[in-house]
């Protein structure tokens, strides 16, 4: 398990109480479930934007590199735009599919916190969510670092 990942949870479980999803938007896209017993439970991992846009590009014969941006609609008129269209609403809608599937199953009731590097792009097109915090794995350092030095 990533230290970044528990650290994650570590600073979700403080600041938002049990029963979490947490979503981390950097090179991987990571789910974490924290339970409404306090616990890690475990959780998910997909490619982030950074390995899809380089999979494309490296991968095929034609399709360029691609800037991440708000595309301008969902349908895109030319190979850049198309690109664009399909890694932001293709992740949005991996990211609603996954929490549908847990809110409705394992994680009724929990609040979902989005955060990482690429999560205010994806922001306005997810659906599922409930707080966005950019500074989550920095705040849960400092807590972990407070917690020791009250420790001592």
């Known amino acids: 398990m990533g230290h970044d990942r528990l650290v994650n949870a ?3 479980l403080k600041k938002y109480g049990p029963g979490l ?3 981390d938007f950097g090179t991987a896209i990571t789910f974490d479930i924290v339970s409404k ?15 899809m846009q380089e999979s494309l590009n490296k ?3 034609l399709l360029p590199y691609v800037e991440l941006a708000r595309p301008i609609e969902i349908i895109g008129k030319d190979t850049v735009s198309s ?6 609403y293709g992740v949005a809608s991996l990211c609603d ?15 979902v916190i989005v955060t990482g590097g690429d999560a205010a792009l994806v922001k306005p097109y997810v659906r599922f969510f409930d707080k966005f915090d ?15 030095l009250t420790k001592k």
Do not use: H, M, W
């Open 59 to 61: 991968n095929t014969a």
């Open 97 to 111: 599919g996954i929490l549908r599937r847990l809110l409705e199953r394992e994680c009724r009731g929990f609040k």
């Open 134 to 148: 950019d500074n989550l794995t920095l705040d849960g350092l400092a807590l972990i670092y407070k917690s020791q």
């Open 83 to 88: 690109i664009r269209s399909g890694l932001v």
């Open 21 to 23: 999803i947490i979503i």
């Open 37 to 51: 017993k306090e616990e890690y439970v475990g959780g998910l991992i997909t490619p982030g934007f950074k390995l």
């Open 10 to 12: 570590y600073a979700g």
